[in-house]
């Protein structure tokens, strides 16, 4: 495998955290949210059943160590995860995916369209300044926009929608932040893990993001490319009705106020949702 990635990721610049920065909440008894600085990663499985358990993205660079540390934690020691599923390829989202696989050596699953730039055969477009007076919208073009390659364990998704190794789960694709992306739900309990297809906290804003400000928002502004795929998608989303949801950015959400936070987001999504100019807009 490929190790390139790593000493660009190492090379950037990051200066982004929160005050939910290593702190774990179980949503669910056999759904865990985990923030690593500003992002979210996911653990799905029940410790106190079968201990087994799948890793949902992998937070962001120069975390592994933590990562296992937290998934040892929560699941014994020497835990391993089953598999690694990726909602997107984003920096945030792989930052430490190709050092756990050094450890782990597990399959990991995403969309078709995602695996060019999880193969080392394309880049994401970079950042957009321009989308949000936000100081993360600013700093976006500094970010890390460069696919990765983990060709040798990266595996397309079942086009059936099933999941290996996650019984009861379905993936929805949901693109439009990216071309591949894709969110988890499971509708026995209507519990959903978003992804970036929309998130609870307005990302472009530093001060936000820091504090952990609740708000339903759409897609990262600054990396969302297909503005018309990413609105269908969270009309897609909405349909489902989820009970609970975890985005990747944001704290979890549920009942009353996910409902009609959702809907709001749908009924106004060009005046929340969409930004009013930028390279991707139109």
Not at 15 to 38: E, R, W
Request: net charge negative; proline share 8%.
């Amino acid at each position: 495998m490929e190790h390139n990635q790593d000493s660009k990721f190492e090379e950037t610049f990051l200066p982004m955290t929160s005050v939910g920065n290593g702190v774990g909440m179980a949503v669910l008894p056999d759904v865990y949210c985990y923030t690593d600085k500003i992002v979210n990663l996911v653990l799905v499985g029940d410790p106190n059943k079968s201990g087994e358990f799948v890793l949902i993205d992998t937070g962001m660079p120069k975390s592994a160590e933590k990562i296992m540390e937290m998934i040892q934690e929560h699941f014994g020691e020497r835990a391993i995860p089953k598999a690694i599923v990726l909602t997107h390829g984003h920096f945030d989202h792989v930052g430490s995916v190709a050092e756990l696989l050094e450890e782990w050596k597990i399959p990991v699953y995403a969309h078709e369209l995602e695996l060019p730039f999880l193969t080392g055969q394309r880049d994401y477009p970079p950042g957009d300044p321009n989308v949000d007076s936000g100081l993360v919208a600013k700093l976006s073009p500094m970010f890390p926009n460069h696919g990765i390659n983990i060709s040798d364990y990266v595996h397309v998704l079942p086009a059936d929608g099933t999941i290996p190794n996650m019984p009861n789960w379905k993936w929805v694709h949901t693109p439009g932040h990216t071309p591949g992306h894709i969110s988890l739900f499971r509708e026995q309990d209507r519990v959903l893990i978003a992804g970036d297809a929309f998130v609870t906290v307005k990302q472009e804003s530093l001060y936000k993001v820091m504090t952990q400000t609740q708000e339903i928002s759409g897609p990262p502004k600054y990396y969302t490319t297909d503005w018309e795929a990413a609105f269908e998608s969270v009309k897609k989303l909405e349909a489902l009705k989820p009970q609970v949801v975890v985005t990747g950015h944001g704290l979890p959400m549920g009942g009353e106020e996910l409902a009609e936070s959702l809907w709001y987001l749908v009924e106004h999504f060009d005046e929340i949702g969409r930004p009013k100019s930028g390279r991707y807009v139109n």
